[in-house]
């Protein structure tokens, strides 16, 4: 028979990798929310849950049941063969750890195949995020990235993680770059998802003596910065980053690639075409149809997204700390470095 896994002791795994989730819910159940990491296997597809979901209601828990084993039974073979080809640790979770986690973790042990039940399901996941995400303390030292738009602040930090730097990536957690054009040719995640990337990245940045993470403004796309980061945000090292205005056109160009997704950047300018200047309007306009992208970001970042970002830094009261004043992006990353390995070494010695 199989055994129950509380949230509690998975987070405690030292290593979690060595017991892979697998949820066996719908595909899209699984798209719109999971634990990170797990695997989709599902009992039923979206068209047979929503089948038996009809039965129940409309008809009668004894109806559900039985057109749910008539389903289960004729893919039962395909079904246990995908989870006997995991060589790993197994636990399976459902939405609150009821029928499909239930049966599924009794018909693996009929066939020898060892599976935990995650006990509450990813309902009970949930609720555990949202409490780490209200009770967790942050004591390593934040570095806090500012700089206008185009200052190559995502990629230098992406590159310090790639090298092993703690880096919490916000934009990438939220799968939106934080502008008008941000969710353009990217997958924008929701509340949970972001919240359940976090905290998995503050876990395994914990033993770190220092965060770094971009100064982002409270709401990224669809999601909102937990008071957690706000928080360390406010009294972190504040780091400006100035780039020439050209090396930030040829940034933003080779980050947002606008050629790929040209009528998608089209439509999303109309979002904000008239709260720029009725003639400036018109010449991005103009360049954006000719395709002379690298103009078009010249004039948007003039004439709106430079005044809008003196307009919010202004609105904080974050005294910049240390300013780097580079030719590239990639200059910027190296200075960069050089400040946090210096400050955390007069930072150690102090100690």
């Given amino acids: 028979m199989f055994q129950d896994i509380t949230i509690e002791e998975w987070a405690a795994l030292r290593d979690r990798k060595e017991l892979l989730l697998i949820d066996v819910r719908s595909p899209s159940e699984y798209r719109d929310s999971t634990i990170p990491g797990s695997l989709n296997i599902p009992l039923f597809d979206d068209q047979e849950r929503a089948e038996i979901g009809t039965l129940y209601k409309q008809a009668s828990v004894q109806a559900a049941k039985e057109r749910g084993l008539e389903i289960v039974s ?13 060589p790993q640790k197994k636990s399976v979770f459902c939405w609150r750890g009821g029928m499909r986690s239930k049966t599924t973790a009794t018909v693996l042990s009929l066939m020898g195949i060892n599976a935990y039940r995650l006990n ?9 995020v949202v409490e780490q995400l209200d009770t967790m303390q942050l ?5 806090v990235i500012h700089g206008n738009t185009g200052s190559g602040k995502t990629a230098i930090l992406r590159k310090l993680k790639q090298q092993g730097q703690p880096v919490l990536d916000l934009e990438g957690l939220a799968g939106h770059r934080g502008s008008i054009f941000g969710e353009i040719g990217l997958k924008a995640h929701n509340q949970k998802t972001f919240d359940s990337l976090l905290v998995d990245d503050l876990f395994n940045y914990s033993g770190d003596a220092y965060l770094l993470f971009e100064a982002e403004s409270r709401r990224i796309g669809k999601i909102t910065l937990p008071d957690l980061i706000v928080g360390k945000r406010a009294d972190g090292h504040h780091i400006l980053i100035e780039l020439p205005l050209e090396a930030r056109v040829r940034q933003i160009v080779e980050d947002y690639k606008p050629w790929e997704h040209a009528d998608a950047y089209r439509h999303a300018f109309q979002q904000i075409k008239l709260k720029i200047h009725t003639p400036v309007a018109a010449e991005i306009e103009a360049c954006l149809t000719r395709e002379q992208y690298a103009a078009a970001v010249e004039l948007l970042l003039v004439y709106y997204y430079d005044p809008m970002y003196s307009h919010s830094a202004g609105r904080h009261d974050e005294p910049y700390t240390s300013i780097i004043q580079a030719s590239s992006a990639e200059d910027a990353g190296i200075e960069l470095e050089g400040i946090i390995n210096e400050f955390m070494s007069v930072h150690a010695l102090r100690k």
């Fill in 74 to 86: 004729a893919k039962l073979p395909a079904f246990i063969k995908e989870f006997s080809g995991i």
């Fill in 120 to 128: 509450g399901g990813y309902r009970a996941y949930r609720q555990w």
């Fill in 139 to 143: 004591n390593q030292h934040c570095f």
